[in-house]
Nanobody, 115 residues
């Protein structure tokens, strides 16, 4: 199983980034897909989820209205569109696949918001 994140980088406050996570080795469409993040010195926190069946989405309050999670089951890929970024969004972002007792994480991609 592999989850490979990409799209991170350095962006100025107010800017945007789009993260991607390509999955292999799993029946992607069966998994709920999450984005989590971990800022320096802080615990990892959940950011967003898109469910397997209905494709329903939900967001942490800190990103609601700014971030959009989506998935393309044909490409086995989940995305996180991040707009209106601020320095508090600086973190390593991880995608995470979850199906009952099966959980897999990627290695993460760094997002730095700074002027």
């Amino acid at each position: 199983v592999q989850l490979v994140e990409s799209g991170g980088g350095l962006v100025q406050p107010g800017g945007s980034l789009r993260l991607s996570c390509a999955a292999s080795g799993i029946s992607f469409s069966s998994y709920d897909m999450y984005w989590d993040r971990q800022a320096p010195g802080k615990e990892r926190e959940w950011v967003a989820v898109v469910t397997s069946a209905a494709g329903s989405t939900n967001y942490a309050d800190s990103v609601k209205g700014r971030f959009t999670i989506s998935r393309d089951n044909a490409k086995n890929t989940v995305y996180l569109q991040m707009n209106s970024l601020n320095p508090e969004d600086t973190a390593v972002y991880y995608c995470h696949a979850n199906l009952i007792d099966r959980k897999y994480w990627g290695q993460g991609t760094q997002v730095t918001v700074s002027s």
